[in-house]
Structures are given as C-alpha cells and as structure tokens.
C-alpha cells in the first residue's frame, strides 16, 4: 500500500480501488453521480438554512447557497 501525503499541497488522495471503479464508469454515469451529490448537497444545506434562518425568503437562501458552493468569490 503507497503512504498516502495529507498536507495544504494534496487536496484529496484517491484510493487506487476507487479509481479503477470510476474509469469503469461510463461519462453519463459519472455525471450522474455528481449530478446526484449536488442535489443532496442543495438540498441538505437548502433546509439547514431554512431551518436557521425561517424569516429569510427563497431568494436570500438561494444566493447563501450561491456563497456557499462559490466559497464567497462571487
């Protein structure tokens, strides 16, 4: 098994098992998986700030995700 390097210069370490996994994986299929965990992540995150925030309206909610998913660069 290689060492794996978790520092402010590796994002993230892809097991080797999981790679092979995602080559195997049609580009339709690939999509569909982060077609799926950006729906989770929105509407996850959509009701925490509904929950948190009840006076705000769809619009102010929206662009808090909009924050959010852009790490406020926008």
């Not at 799926?36 to 705000?56: M, S, V």
Request: zero cysteines.
């Amino acid at each position: 098994m290689k060492t794996l390097r978790l520092d402010k210069g590796q994002i993230e370490v892809v097991d080797d098992r999981i790679v092979k996994i995602l080559k195997a994986k049609s580009g339709m299929e690939r999509l569909n998986m982060v077609w799926d965990a950006w729906t989770f992540y929105e509407k996850t995150i959509r009701a925490y700030l509904k929950n948190k925030h009840p006076e705000w309206t769809e619009e102010e909610i929206r662009k808090e995700i909009v924050k959010r998913v852009t790490y406020g660069s926008k």
